[in-house]
C-alpha cells in the first residue's frame, strides 16, 4: 500500500511538473534569445498607405546594451547609421553628415517609416525582468500548442504596460503577440510566420509587425542570416564608428 501511495505521489508531481508556470516559460524564452554577441543581416519590407519599400541592413550587437546597425538599401538609406549603447540611441545619415541623439518623444517616432519604433529596440529584451508572467489558457495556434500567456509590467517605464504572448510549448518561442497600453488599448501585434534552426536553437526568421494605430498592411521583418557569439571589435559600438 506505501509503495502504491508513494507511486501515486509521484505520478502526480510528474503531472504537475508538465505545466511550468509564466514566469519559467518567460525565463525560457529569454534564454532561448540570449546570446554573447550577434551579427545579422534582414531585410525589412514597409507595406505603408503609400506604397512598399524595402530597406536591407547589418547589425552588430553585445550583450542587451550595445548594437550598431548598417543600412545598405535602398540608396536613398544606404549607409546611415545607428548606435545603442545602454539607454542612449544615436543616428547619424551621410546626406546631412549629422550625428542626432533620439530622445524623449523622439523614441516613439517610427524607424524607418516602418511599424517598428526606436521604443521598441530600446526596451530591456529580457521579458522576465520587467514584467510578472501567469498562464491564461492553452491554445493551438497554426498547428502548433501553445501557452498563451499575460504579462504584465513591473516599471512604470515601460512601453507597454500589458503583453499577450502566445508560446510554442515545445520551441519556447512566442508566435504571436499583443501590445497593449495601460488603458488597456491595443498598440501593436507581432506574428512570427516562419522560424528556422540556428545550432540548437529556434529562431524567427520572418515577422510581421503591426502598428495597429497606423494605415498600411504592416512590416516584414526577414532575418536573411544570423551568427551567435562570434568576435566583434569594441571600436564597432563607439560614436565614432557613425562617421566612417
Known sequence: MKILIA????????????????????????????AKTQI????????????????????????????????LSPAREKGTKMLKLGDELWT???????????????????????DISYEDIMENPKLSEIYDSKIIEEEELEGRACYVLGLTATQDNIAYHSRKLWVDKERYLPLKEERFAKSGKLLKTLVINEVFKVGNRWYPKKMTFKDVLKKGSGTEF???????????????????????
Not at 222 to 244: G, T
Open 92 to 114: 547619424w545619415t551621410p546626406s546631412a553628415d549629422r550625428t542626432i541623439k533620439i530622445a524623449g518623444h523622439m523614441l516613439r517616432q517610427s524607424m524607418m517609416g516602418s
Open 7 to 34: 507511486l501515486l505521489f509521484m505520478y502526480g508531481s510528474m503531472l504537475y511538473a508538465e505545466t511550468p508556470s509564466g514566469e519559467v516559460i518567460l525565463e525560457r524564452i529569454d534564454k532561448n534569445f540570449d
Open 40 to 71: 545579422l543581416t534582414a531585410t525589412m519590407i514597409v507595406k505603408g498607405r503609400r506604397g512598399t519599400r524595402t530597406v536591407k541592413s547589418k547589425t552588430w550587437a553585445e550583450g542587451e546594451d550595445k548594437a550598431f546597425t548598417e543600412y
Open 222 to 244: 526577414i532575418i536573411d542570416s544570423i551568427k551567435f557569439n562570434v568576435k566583434i571589435p569594441n571600436y564597432i559600438f563607439s560614436k565614432a564608428a557613425l562617421r566612417r
